[in-house]
T-cell receptor, first 116, second 115 residues
């Protein structure tokens, strides 16, 4: 089945630095990639939607200059948290949508970001 | 805007028994998809079951089945013969039926399975 590989699974960074999270679709072409953020014991909140080769669409309240999303190819999307602060600590999950199987969704395994 | 409501923050079931998780949603669309996802402690999102709104027949996947009431905008998940491995967070989700549209998630129900 469709697999999305997300890396790193865990990352700790210092305040003020940037962190890049990658999501790769291993055996299919991801038409659309969604990036979610999940706080402890809460639901997934959509941050942005990206389509290959075009700019990401950010949800209201999400700072596009802080959370940079690049979807340069049909198999790779990246989320860069710039100038990270402790309040950015969270669990980030990507999800890929493909034209195959009626635009079914496949989720990455998530990245736990801790900013110290 | 579409909203998804899960009114049960936590549920508990005895192993081998049956449990039903509730979900309601609000939409003005007539055709859409509904999903139940499972998120175990590993936090990997796993698709449990999917329902297309135009299909009247309730979806089933082995021990998992749904009760889809379109007029009432209700989409409950029934887990039969509960197993310890079913313990997880369960999220109900809605997707408008357009190409690659986003999922809207409910707040989740944490299911505990008692041995």
């Amino acid at each position: 089945g469709a697999v999305v590989s997300q890396h790193p699974s865990r990352v700790i960074c210092k305040s003020g630095t940037s962190v890049k999270i990658e999501c790769r679709s291993l055996d299919f072409q991801a038409t659309t990639m969604f990036w979610y953020r999940q706080f402890p014991k809460q639901s997934l909140m959509l941050m942005a939607t990206s389509n290959e080769g075009s700019k990401a669409t950010y949800e209201q309240g999400v700072e596009k200059d802080k959370f940079l999303i690049n979807h340069a190819s049909l198999t790779l999307s990246t989320l860069t948290v710039t100038s990270a602060h402790p309040e950015d600590s969270s669990f980030y999950i990507c999800s890929a949508s493909t034209r195959v199987a009626n635009y079914g969704y496949t989720f990455g395994s998530g990245t736990r970001l801790t900013v110290v | 805007a579409q909203t998804v409501t899960q009114s049960q923050p936590e549920m508990s079931v005895q192993e081998a028994e049956t449990v039903t998780l509730s979900c309601t949603y609000d939409t003005s669309e007539s055709d859409y998809y509904l999903f139940w996802y499972k998120q175990p402690p590993s936090r990997q999102m796993i698709l449990v079951i999917r329902q297309e709104a135009y299909k009247q027949q309730n979806a089933t996947e082995n021990r998992f089945s749904v009760n889809f009431q379109k007029a009432a905008k209700s989409f409950s998940l029934k887990i039969s013969d509960s197993q310890l491995g079913d313990a997880a967070m369960y999220f109900c989700a809605y997707q408008k039926k357009s190409s690659g549209d986003k999922l809207t998630f409910g707040t989740g129900t944490r299911l505990a399975v008692r041995p």
